[in-house]
């Protein structure tokens, strides 16, 4: 804890090599993390530059009260959130344009293939990712936390601000959802 | 024919059980550098623009209560003005009716 305390302080003087260490320590979580909600590789690389440039901007913010991990894990998500709504804004407008035909620019609708899944899995992984997209906001984040950045069932209480048991409901019922989802793919 | 579905239903949710780790483009932490030094910290930017705005709400304020004092004298002095000229008026009976109104005699 002390290091952490070190680290942020060297942070909050805009040290350099203070930052290098950052960027290097957790470039792979933020990026996974975002991944994991946003399912778009470049899209998943804009918002990760997005979250390191919100640190460096409200670093004086931070007050140690929680993990820094967990403080920057926070800042992913929202950061994640704030993005999938601009784009389902812009979705929902082209769409419209496209009715009205003032636009021609096609929506995208392409699976996701996440690139740490193994080759065997990637079809049905497509299929779980997407039906992970159909699941309520606490849910899904609840359960891509877990089975996708591997996180326990308390580190995500820290990060949602909620009980270690509420998370295992979520999750619990994220899975319940999921089966419903996956059982109208394979019964169409 | 719901048992293989079942089966397909597990065999979908396991299968992101071993999922790796993507990874970043190797160029990203040169990028992120560059990039920071570029940016200013927040804090010192919203204290800024935070000055600059509460000195512009300060000096309007102040040239609205000038203003008004202004106003408020204008109005005071000008009563003054008034009130004096009648008790002047009183005093050497400029209302009264001339001496020499012949019309009236």
Not at chain 1, 105 to 122: C, D, Q, R, Y
Not at chain 2, 5 to 22: F, G, K, M, P, V
Not at chain 2, 25 to 49: D, H, N, V, W
Request: aromatic residues 10%; proline residues 2%; hydrophobic residues 40%.
């Amino acid at each position: 804890m002390s290091d952490q305390i070190h680290f942020v302080a060297l942070l909050k003087t805009g040290d350099s090599g203070a930052y290098d260490k950052l960027i290097e320590d957790y470039q792979h979580m933020v990026y996974n993390t975002v991944l994991g909600i946003v399912n778009h590789l470049q899209d998943a690389e804009d918002i990760t530059q997005n979250v390191f440039i919100q640190i460096f901007k409200s670093i004086d913010d931070f007050k140690g009260d929680s993990k820094l991990s967990t403080w920057i894990y926070r800042i992913a998500i929202t950061k994640s959130l704030e993005w999938e709504r601009k784009k389902k804004s812009k979705k929902s407008i082209n769409y419209f344009k496209n009715l009205m035909g003032i636009s021609t620019e096609t929506i995208e609708m392409s699976a996701f293939n996440h690139p740490g899944v193994e080759l065997h899995n990637k079809e049905i992984a497509a299929m779980l990712f997407k039906a992970i997209k159909q699941l309520p906001e606490n849910q899904r984040l609840a359960f891509v936390l877990i089975k996708v950045e591997g996180l326990n069932y308390q580190e995500v209480g820290e990060i949602m601000n909620k009980s270690t048991k509420s998370i295992e409901g979520l999750v619990l019922r994220a899975k319940a959802q999921l089966k419903l989802i996956l059982n109208d793919y394979f019964s169409e | 024919m719901k048992t293989n579905i079942e089966h397909q239903i597990e065999l979908t949710l396991n299968s992101i059980d071993a999922i790796q780790r993507a990874e970043i483009s190797p160029y990203f932490k040169t990028r992120m550098k560059g990039m920071l030094t570029q940016i200013q910290p927040e804090p010192a930017f919203f204290s800024f623009k935070y000055t600059i705005a509460i000195a512009a709400i300060a000096l309007i304020l102040t040239a609205n209560t000038f203003l008004l004092y202004q106003q408020f004298n204008q109005n005071n002095s000008a009563e003054k003005q008034v009130q004096s000229n009648s008790e002047l008026s009183e005093i050497y009976h400029l209302n009264s009716t001339p001496v020499l109104d012949y019309d009236n005699q």
